[in-house]
Every structure is written in structure tokens, then in C-alpha cells.
């Protein structure tokens, strides 16, 4: 009788410390979607990537994009514009989403070479306004959606010179407004942008200020 009390015991003080610690047999998200996790730290930094989750909270957080290294997003992007000619007529451009994240709210974020060209980019009828050094924004945000698009020139290795002009790099980050602040939101775009300057190796070295103006 002893034994068995002594047995009962043991089970429950184990049961109570897999409760107070969380025990569980489920892999965590960054042993279950190793590579997003990475992309994300590369591109976003790891402490922003933190804050982020500790916004969207810890229940039921999950990576809603394929598996894309920055590796992998390196070599597409770059094989694009490396293939592409002035006197290309028609051209595809993919978007890509490096780091996508579902929690108390959505967080999004793509990457593609611009439709618009410079160009068009700074005309007077553009919704696109330059917000410092190199770079263009066109913000949508409303009250409920952090929503902001970011245009950069960034000369690419191996493409010709036009490419700069012709299709800069777009980014687009979105994000709900009742989990994340205007500034991680900023934060979160400013990284991308010069992450992606450092990944691709920019030739022309854009310059991007860590302050976009984003809400003025």
C-alpha cells in the first residue's frame, strides 16, 4: 500500500511540474518551421522578430508563407534582373513572402522588383512620396492596419545599368494595429529595407534612413 501511495505521489508531482512548465510533446514554432524563423531573424532582427511575436502573443502563433531561406531569395531575385533587357517587352517579376506570421493578428511582408519605374515613382501624380535618402513610400495605413509600401533603387550585380531606374526594389509590410505599435511597425519596415540593401548587394548603395516618416 505504501508503494503505491509513494507511486501516486511521484505521478502527481510530475504531472503537476509538466503543467507549471509547459511540458510538451509539440515542437515549438522555431523547430517547426526552422527556416522561416531564420529568414525572419536575417531580415527583420531577431530582438524586432521578438517583439513581434511577444505582440501577436504565444497561442496558436504559426508562419502562414511557404518556406523561403534568404538564400533562396537572394538567387530569384537576382536571376530576374539579370535577365532582364531595356528592350524586353514583356518581363515577369514574382512577388515573394519571406515572413509571414498569424497570431492575435496578421503580419505580412512581400518582396518584388517594382512595376513602377523612378520615374514614375517621383512624378507629381504619384501616390509615392519620398520620405528621405533614397527612398519612396506609399503608406495605406487605417485604423486598423499598419499598411506601408517601400521603394528603393538597388542596382543588382551582373544586371545592366538601366535595371536601377527601370525596376527599383519594392517591399510592403502589414501588420494589425491593436497588437503592434506605429514604431515596431516602422522598425519592422526600416529593417527590411536594409537588410534586403545588404543581401543583394546593392551596388549603388541606397541610402535608407532608420527614420521613414511613415505617419507624417
Not at 7 to 31: N, Q
Not at 158 to 182: F, H, N, Y
Given at each position: ?72 531569395l537572394r538567387k530569384e531575385l537576382t536571376e530576374e534582373v539579370v535577365e532582364w533587357t531595356p528592350t524586353a517587352k514583356y518581363y515577369s517579376l514574382k512577388e515573394y513572402a519571406p515572413c509571414n506570421l498569424s497570431g492575435a493578428t496578421q503580419f505580412t511582408s512581400t518582396v518584388e522588383w517594382a512595376k513602377d519605374t523612378l520615374t514614375a515613382v517621383q512624378s ?93
Open positions: 500500500m505504501r508503494l503505491k501511495s509513494s507511486w501516486l505521489a511521484w505521478c502527481g508531482t510530475m504531472a503537476t511540474l509538466a503543467f507549471l512548465t509547459g511540458c510538451s510533446d509539440e515542437p515549438s514554432l522555431r523547430e517547426s518551421s526552422p527556416i522561416q524563423w531564420k529568414a525572419c531573424d536575417i531580415l527583420f532582427g531577431s530582438k524586432n522578430m521578438t517583439s513581434l511575436r511577444d505582440a501577436l502573443g504565444a497561442d496558436d502563433l504559426r508562419f502562414t508563407n511557404k518556406a523561403l531561406s534568404v538564400d533562396d507629381s501624380s504619384s501616390p509615392w512620396r519620398h520620405s528621405g535618402g533614397d527612398v519612396y513610400i506609399d503608406d495605406s495605413s487605417s485604423g486598423q492596419t499598419w499598411d506601408t509600401d517601400v521603394i528603393f533603387p538597388c542596382r543588382v550585380s551582373g544586371a545592366v545599368s538601366a535595371q536601377q531606374d527601370r525596376i527599383p526594389l519594392e517591399i510592403r509590410v502589414r501588420v494589425g494595429t491593436a497588437k503592434v505599435s506605429s514604431a515596431l511597425h516602422e522598425r519592422m519596415v526600416v529593417s527590411l529595407a536594409q537588410s534586403l540593401r545588404v543581401e543583394l548587394k546593392c551596388l549603388n548603395n541606397p541610402n535608407i534612413p532608420s527614420d521613414l516618416k511613415i505617419d507624417r
